[in-house]
């Protein structure tokens, strides 16, 4: 679909199975006769068939004031109840906002969640808060991504949202959300999390640091930063909270990761880029916890 010069699309980012095998996969849909896209969360059946029980068609759409979205993670709680997200820019508003939604079963909003329509929408930070991933901590939502509350670059930015009524919980990270800079020139970026079985979280992804020859929008290193279950650095962990891996180009990330809560150990994946950009190989992470 062309609207302009800007193109729309249905698209999928997020995957995540339920207790009984079911898929759920969270996304973009463009509606028949429009021109912006909703968040979408599709569920599957286990053998892969749209399941018609879930919002009447298998498909549960979300439109947030007539804007165009991104939509980014999605997961499943005990209960069932499925939590997705990601970020807007509210029309007539320059500040990107980070959002989370909540569905029942049978693919309705929870309307209890966020303050009686079952969404969480808040600008969190002055420029901009991002969500890319959404992780279960208890009953509690924690989340990935990335913002900015002065300047021109990024930093790691996770919040945990009560999982029951949507509201924000202002003791997380000391402020009310972990903002978490490397000190990286050019800004960094989380894409995904894990939270450990003992609630500490781990965001995934990578610092940028300065302009080179090989490297015009700056060497990136893959970065993992360990958080406490309040949103502190866990200096416990590597020194600082912070471990960067440099797979030898100019260009590395870790882009998801899941733990083994039988032996603790974590896998994370991500890409590794060399010069030209044209040369990407896939990189696994292999590490203790601890």
């Known amino acids: 679909l062309l609207d302009g010069t800007t193109y729309r699309a249905d698209g999928a980012w997020g995957l995540a199975v339920d207790a009984t095998d079911r898929v759920l996969v969270s996304g973009l849909q463009v509606r028949s006769g429009q021109l912006d896209t909703d968040f979408a969360v599709v569920r599957l059946t286990p053998s892969g ?57 049978n693919g309705a909003l929870v309307a209890a969640f ?31 991504g990335y913002g900015r509350a002065t300047g021109t670059t990024n930093d790691f930015v996770s919040l945990r949202i009560n999982g029951t009524t949507g509201v924000r919980d202002t003791t997380y990270g000391g402020r009310g959300y972990a903002l978490l800079d490397s000190g990286w020139p050019l800004g960094d970026n989380a894409r995904d999390l894990v939270v450990l079985p003992d609630n500490r979280v781990m965001l995934l992804g990578q610092l940028r640091g300065p302009v080179t020859t090989d490297a015009a929008m700056g060497d990136q290193d893959a970065a993992l930063w360990m958080l406490t279950p309040d949103g502190q650095p866990d200096t416990s962990f590597d020194s600082d909270g912070v471990l960067t891996a440099n797979f030898g180009g100019f260009a590395d990330h870790f882009w998801a990761g899941a733990t083994d809560p039988r032996s603790g150990r974590v896998v994370v994946v991500g890409i590794a880029t060399a010069f030209p950009v044209t040369n990407d190989d896939g990189a696994v992470y292999l590490f203790s916890s601890r």
């Open 49 to 105: 068939a749209r399941d018609t029980t879930f919002s009447g068609d298998g498909v549960f759409s979300l439109d947030i004031g007539e804007t165009r979205p991104t939509a980014r993670g999605v997961t499943v709680a005990p209960d069932g109840s499925i939590f997705s997200g990601g970020y807007y820019t509210p029309t007539g508003s320059t500040v990107v906002t980070g959002v989370a939604f909540k569905l029942d079963t």
């Open 114 to 144: 966020g303050g009686g329509d079952g969404i969480y929408a808040e600008a969190v930070l002055p420029i901009q808060t991002e969500i890319y991933a959404i992780g279960l901590q208890g009953s509690n939502l924690v989340t990935s």
